[in-house]
């Protein structure tokens, strides 16, 4: 079994929509994070949480809200989505040195 | 600022050896990281330096030069399966979480 799961997978929405992603992992990790990937840049993140009172933004939180439902579920909001939210998003999750990332959602924002 | 550069691209034969190098210009360092992506999955972590020489790991050695801002991450005994991006994260900057490079595009041709 995946350790980091991600749903959706895909999801296709227009512009102003608000989304959800939603990733829950196995291992009892503190750390949540969430990147999004964009073709020919690095991973950049978004939020990161350390337990479940503890969350921080990262390089690129604007347009973005988190929620750390439960030491297992860290979910991603996008209050009103725009074009250029279009990305791969990933969520990871650790407890040291390592991250374990979830399998990625593809979001189009059109 | 924080950067963090390797080439875009790299070709290389089944069965011979590749460095993939990463420079990096951080405001902070506690560690250099090597994760692998093949398209479309999630990044799977390779290894992880802190301090300056050589860690090996199997057919997969990565090297850390802390005064010279430099990594390589060496393949050996190259195999069609190691065709995939390979990701330089330095742990660095004002909240000492993961800056990403581009990453490196490895293409093995047989």
């Known amino acids: 079994d995946a350790d980091v799961t991600q749903t959706p997978r895909n999801r296709i929405t227009k512009t102003g929509k608000r989304i959800m992603l939603e990733c829950s992992q196995t291992?009892?990790?503190?750390?949540m994070y969430w990147y999004r990937q964009d073709p020919g840049l690095g991973l950049r993140l978004i939020y990161y949480s350390f337990d479940v009172k503890d969350i921080n933004k990262g390089e690129i939180s604007d347009g973005y809200s988190v929620s750390r439902q439960a030491q297992a579920k860290f979910s991603l909001s996008l209050e009103s989505a725009i074009p250029n939210q279009t990305a791969l998003y990933f969520c990871a999750a650790g407890q040291g040195d390592e991250q374990f990332f979830g399998p990625g959602t593809r979001l189009t924002v059109l | 600022g924080q950067n963090i550069d390797q080439p875009t691209e790299m070709t290389a034969t089944e069965g011979a050896i590749v460095q993939i190098n990463c420079t990096y210009q951080?405001?902070?360092?506690?560690?250099l990281f090597w994760y692998q992506q093949h398209a479309g999955e999630a990044p799977t972590f390779l290894s992880y330096?802190?301090l300056d020489g050589l860690e090996e790991k199997g057919r997969f050695s990565s090297f850390l030069s802390r005064s010279k801002g430099y990594s390589y991450l060496l393949l050996k005994e190259l195999q069609m399966k190691d065709s995939a991006s390979y990701l330089c994260?330095?742990?660095?900057?004002?909240?000492?979480?993961?800056?990403w490079g581009a990453g490196t595009k490895l293409i093995i041709k047989p």
């Open positions: 291992k009892g990790h503190d750390r």
């Open positions: 994260a330095v742990r660095g900057g004002s909240n000492y979480q993961l800056i």
């Open positions: 330096n802190v």
């Open positions: 951080t405001s902070g360092f506690n560690g």
